[in-house]
T-cell receptor, first 110, second 116 residues
Framework: DQQVKQNSPSLSVQEGRISILNCDYT??????FLWYKKYPAEGPTFLIS???IKDKNEDGRFTVFLNKSAKHLSLHIVPSQPGDSAVYFC?????????WGAGTKLIIKP | GAGVSQSPSNKVTEKGKDVELRCDPI?????LYWYRQRLGQGLEFLIY????????KSGLPSDRFSAERTGESVSTLTIQRTQQEDSAVYLC??????????????FGPGTRLTVL
């Protein structure tokens, strides 16, 4: 039973447009969420996080939105750039462990 | 270097052989995690070390898998009698585990294991 779900295995977006990556979770006790980015043959790297006391966190081109009532979060990348092409993982903090989604492969088209 | 390092980067082995994978975490990070990622799948938690506490082994898929950590430094993941389904990228991560929760994990580049 997946507690963190990323239902889109892949997403293709035109360069310069907005990329929206979605993540749903089932456990209402989760109170901290993270997004990681992973290039092929490399380990995941931390991108941005959000605490459940907030509904939005912004860092440059990256914004994460949290909707606690819907148990849904999303990562917005605007404008999308070719270097953003990677796999994006959503993760939820559970007692100092991370519960991971399956990832969404983002492809930025020139 | 300042990051998490793993060795070897690639390992090809025959079915039935034992393999040992190594992880050097970032100095000072008290928490260390092992994950694996099979082709086309997400990250699968294997084991978690935190300081001198007993490790959380709840993610280990079978008793062929074991891991050790020396204090707050190097960790080794051992897979005995490897099977083809063990083929995956094995990722190690460390974390400073800041008080109050809310933290990030820093990942190594992974070890790609191929069992023939």
């Amino acid at each position: 039973d997946q507690q963190v779900k990323q239902n889109s295995p892949s997403l293709s977006v035109q360069e310069g447009r907005i990329s929206i990556l979605n993540c749903d979770y089932t456990n209402s006790m989760f109170d901290y969420f993270l997004w990681y980015k992973k290039y092929p043959a490399e380990g995941p790297t931390f991108l941005i996080s959000i605490s459940s006391i907030k509904d939005k966190n912004e860092d440059g081109r990256f914004t994460v939105f949290l909707n606690k009532s819907a148990k849904h979060l999303s990562l917005h990348i605007v404008p999308s750039q070719p270097g953003d092409s990677a796999v994006y993982f959503c993760a939820a903090d559970s007692n100092y462990q991370l519960i991971w989604g399956a990832g969404t492969k983002l492809i930025i088209k020139p | 270097g300042a990051g998490v390092s793993q060795s070897p980067s690639n390992k090809v082995t025959e079915k039935g052989k034992d393999v040992e994978l190594r992880c050097d975490p970032i100095s000072g990070h008290t928490a260390l995690y092992w994950y694996r990622q099979r082709l086309g799948q997400g990250l699968e938690f294997l084991i978690y070390f935190q300081g001198n506490s007993a490790p959380d082994k709840s993610g280990l898929p079978s008793d062929r898998f074991s891991a050790e950590r020396t204090g707050e430094s190097v960790s080794t993941l051992t897979i005995q009698r490897t099977q083809q389904e063990d083929s995956a990228v094995y990722l190690c991560a460390s974390s400073p585990l800041l008080a109050g929760g809310g933290y990030e994990q820093f990942f190594g580049p992974g070890t790609r294991l191929t069992v023939l």
